[in-house]
C-alpha cells in the first residue's frame, strides 16, 4: 500500500540506502521495493550523494553503510543527526560488530550486519520504523556517547602518541586524557590502544575529530533512483 496510512498505524516510509556496492544497494532495494510499509527506496553511493538525496525527499529511515571510503560514514551519521534530527539512522557493518554506544554516538538507532538473512534485515528496519532499536544480540540499549573529545584522543592515540604527549597536545592533564582513553576503549569494546587503532580504522572513525560538522566533496553526476526507476530532475 502507498501513499496512505497502513492498518497497523505505520506510515508508509522513505528508506535511504546508502552504500558504496552497488550490488548489495541494488539487493536492498529490491527487497524493501516489495514491502507495504515502504513508500520509496532511495539509493546512494556516497556520503554527499546522501546529503542532496536526503535533502531532496525527506526519508523517515536511512541505512549508512560503515565501509564508505575515508570517515564519511560516521560524518554523515553525525549530519544527519544535526540537520534532520527527524531521520533514523542505521548502521551497516560487514564484519565484526558495532558497539551499541558508539553507533548510538554516532547518532544510530539500530546496528545491521550485511550478512543477516533479507527477511531479518526487513524485520529490524521494521521495528525501527515503529520506534524500536536494534542492536547485536547481548549489547544493551546504549546510554553513552562518544564525545567529540574522546575522538580527539582517540585520533592521537591511533597516531602512536603516549597518553602524556597526547595531554601536552590537546592541553588536558594526563589523568584526564586517561580517563577519555579508557571510556574509548569500553565504547569500542577493545582493551588497548592498539586493538583502538583497528578497530577506529575499521569503523572509519579516524578523521573523525576534525570532520564533524560538514561533508565536502566534488560534484555528483550520478541520479538516486526510487525502487528500480531514477527519480526525475528538479
Not at 196 to 209: D, F, V
Request: charged share 20%; net charge positive; glycine share 10%.
Amino acid at each position: 500500500m502507498r501513499g496512505d496510512d497502513r492498518a497497523d498505524g505505520l506510515r508508509p516510509q522513505r528508506v535511504l540506502v546508502v552504500e558504496e556496492h552497488e550490488l548489495l544497494s541494488a539487493g536492498l532495494r529490491a527487497i524493501l521495493a516489495d514491502e507495504s510499509w515502504v513508500d520509496a527506496c532511495l539509493v546512494a553511493s556516497s556520503a554527499d550523494m546522501a546529503l542532496q538525496v536526503a535533502r531532496r525527499h525527506l526519508p523517515q529511515i536511512v541505512l549508512v553503510s560503515t565501509s564508505l571510503g575515508g570517515w564519511s560514514g560516521p560524518v554523515l551519521c553525525r549530519t544527519l543527526r544535526e540537520q534532520m534530527p527527524h531521520v533514523k539512522v542505521v548502521l551497516m557493518f560487514a564484519e565484526g560488530r558495532v558497539p551499541a554506544a558508539l553507533a548510538a554516538s554516532l547518532g544510530a538507532v539500530a546496528a545491521l550486519s550485511k550478512m543477516m538473512v533479507p527477511g531479518a534485515i526487513v524485520m529490524a528496519l521494521k521495528h525501527v520504523a515503529e520506534g524500536g532499536r536494534v542492536f547485536p544480540k547481548g549489547q544493551p540499549v546504549p546510554r553513552a556517547k562518544l564525545s567529540k573529545r574522546e575522538l580527539d584522543v582517540l585520533q592521537h592515540l591511533a597516531s602512536g602518541l603516549s597518553n602524556p604527549e597526547t595531554a601536552a597536545t590537546l592541553h588536558l592533564s594526563r589523568h584526564t586524557v586517561k580517563q577519555h582513553t579508557s571510556a574509548v576503549y569500553r565504547k569500542l569494546g577493545v582493551r588497548n590502544r592498539a586493538e583502538a587503532a583497528s578497530r577506529a580504522q575499521e569503523l572509519g572513525l579516524l578523521g573523525c575529530a576534525s570532520g564533524v560538522g560538514g561533508l565536502s566533496g566534488k560534484s555528483l553526476t550520478l541520479r538516486p533512483k526510487v525502487c528500480g526507476s531514477e527519480t526525475g530532475s528538479a
